[in-house]
């Protein structure tokens, strides 16, 4: 080969290598952005888990510290009880919950920490090892005794009519008449009597058909199966037949639609203290803190429909002055309780006391007279003791905004006070010295009466917290970290038994988180 044709060839093969590199830096170029990728996802997740967990244990702190308030309710209602000095019945039940965002502030972040020192006027930048870094929650308490139980109807028939007359007492005006004259989700159609009945039967135990209709139910069950309804849609299902264990089985049942749930479940998801209704509760409605749409279908269906034909249950006109009247005296009071006893509720119904006189002369409306009273306060009561607690931790990172949220239903029946619980965890020559009340079946010291299984030895705390609860509550009589005498052999106290053990912050039976 010539030496110009080898000059040509070589002329030839110029930028090969500059193409060699060019496709190594384009693959390189993609492998890098790849990994790149890779790793901001990973990077990102592994900071949302992160942000995640921090944000869910806010949220459980703060659920922690809502029951340790509530729990703190006795001993705060007796510091203030010099000033219900008159009232016969003694101090109302404080409703501490309502100012829980801000009693509990001093543990939360910067702003919940300005919202505790604009009510406590104290200066939180001399406080120590108070707050949370970096994370945040948000507190909301709802006592569910301020609603109509819907799982109370599945006690026993007195208490299904009960509720079956709350529930068309609620569903009853002629404002809400196009929701059960319109085909609902299911393209059925479902009136007033059909969605109460349904409501019953979701929870019962039986399988005959409950009846809303008191004159009908007079006459005896109905023998219609429940699951007829069920059984012909598509797909088919039965019937729960057990009681609800949230508000989200609603759902499931004949004509609540979506417009009912919004109109008398859920009107505001917003704010939970609006529900009419709850299947957690004690099954009694308190009157100091009820919505006024609440205790209106209580008021006209008490006593079996014994006030049903009172004025205002059959009047729209009334019943607009009976709602209004309770939000204003709301206002007036500024949320502090009113009524300590539903004996009071009563008598001022009745226009007996001098809110019930303000009543008859502002707003001219009529005194309402029960049939019977004794019925009307099986269902009403002056206490909270079943209480959500919905807790929304929070944390906030560069762009980044995590939230948790938890649900949570706390049942404080039979919870010893702190100090109770105290009180147990010293030995009695200790306990008597302090003057702390403990848990017994006996007089103490102090002519308290002990709260606990017979038997065992009393420290009264003042006046005492009640007498003996055996048959209530088998395993109450947990002293000084001994089991009780009624114990299986081998059992030991870090073992069922220091389940059953109660807390003064209550017992929980509903928990989620979201």
Not at 53 to 64: C, F, Q, T, V
Request: net charge neutral.
């Amino acid at each position: 080969m010539t030496p110009g044709k080898r000059r040509k060839k070589r002329s030839r093969e110029r930028g090969v290598a500059l193409i060699l590199v060019l496709g190594a830096l384009t693959i390189l170029a993609v492998m890098l952005t790849d990994f790149q990728d890779e790793t901001s996802a990973e990077l990102g997740s592994a900071l949302s888990a992160r942000d995640g967990l921090k944000a869910e244990y806010a949220a459980r702190s703060a659920i922690s510290l809502a029951r340790l308030l509530i729990a703190a309710e006795p001993t705060i209602r007796k510091s203030v009880a010099i000033f219900f000095i008159g009232n016969s019945g003694g101090p109302p039940q404080i409703p501490v919950w309502q100012f829980a965002d801000q009693v509990l502030g001093a543990f939360n972040d910067s702003t919940g920490q300005l919202k505790f020192s604009s009510l406590a006027s104290v200066n939180m930048e001399k406080g120590k090892k108070l707050g949370l870094e970096g994370a945040g929650f948000d507190l909301e308490i709802i006592d569910e005794d301020s609603k109509i139980n819907l799982n109370s109807g599945s006690r026993d028939p007195l208490s299904q009519g009960r509720l079956a007359a709350q529930i068309m007492a609620l569903i009853s005006p002629l404002q809400y008449e196009t929701l059960f004259t319109n085909r609902d989700g299911d393209g059925q159609y479902s009136d007033r009597l059909q969605t109460c009945a349904a409501i019953l039967d979701w929870a019962d135990p039986d399988v005959n058909q409950a009846t809303c209709d008191l004159l009908r139910a007079a006459q005896g069950p109905s023998l219609t199966p429940e699951d007829s309804f069920y059984q012909m849609l598509d797909p088919p299902y039965f019937r729960k037949n057990a009681p609800y264990d949230s508000l989200e089985e609603l759902h499931n049942v004949r004509g609540v639609s979506d417009d009912f749930w919004s109109t008398f479940i859920d009107p505001d998801p917003n704010d939970p203290t609006r529900r009419n209704v709850t299947v957690w509760g004690t099954g009694k409605v308190n009157v100091n803190t009820a919505n006024p749409q609440t205790l209106y279908a209580v008021i006209c269906q008490a006593g079996n429909g014994a006030a049903a034909q009172a004025k205002m249950c059959i009047d729209p006109m009334e019943a607009a002055k009976f709602l209004a009247a309770v939000n204003m005296v709301r206002m007036f009071t500024m949320g502090a309780p009113i009524f300590s006893s539903a004996t009071g509720f009563i008598n001022t119904l009745k226009q007996q006391t001098p809110i019930g006189m303000m009543l008859k002369q502002f707003l001219n409306m009529d005194p309402i007279v029960f049939g019977s009273e004794a019925e009307v306060k099986k269902m009403l009561s002056a206490e909270s003791k079943v209480f959500s607690i919905i807790a929304t931790g929070r944390v906030k990172s560069g762009q980044r905004d995590t939230r948790v949220r938890i649900h949570a239903v706390v049942d404080f029946r039979n919870a010893p006070t702190p100090a109770q619980l105290l009180a147990n965890s010293l030995p009695p020559g200790a306990a008597a010295a302090l003057g702390l009340g403990g848990v017994g079946g006996t007089s103490g010291i102090g002519g308290g009466t002990g709260l606990g299984a017979a038997g065992l030895p009393g420290m009264g705390l003042g006046t005492g917290f009640g007498t003996d609860v055996t048959n209530a509550m088998p395993y109450a009589g947990f002293v000084q970290g001994q089991l009780p005498a009624n114990a299986p052999a081998g059992a030991t106290m870090d073992g069922v038994f220091a389940y059953l053990m109660p807390s003064p912050g209550g017992r929980i039976v509903y928990f989620r988180t979201e």
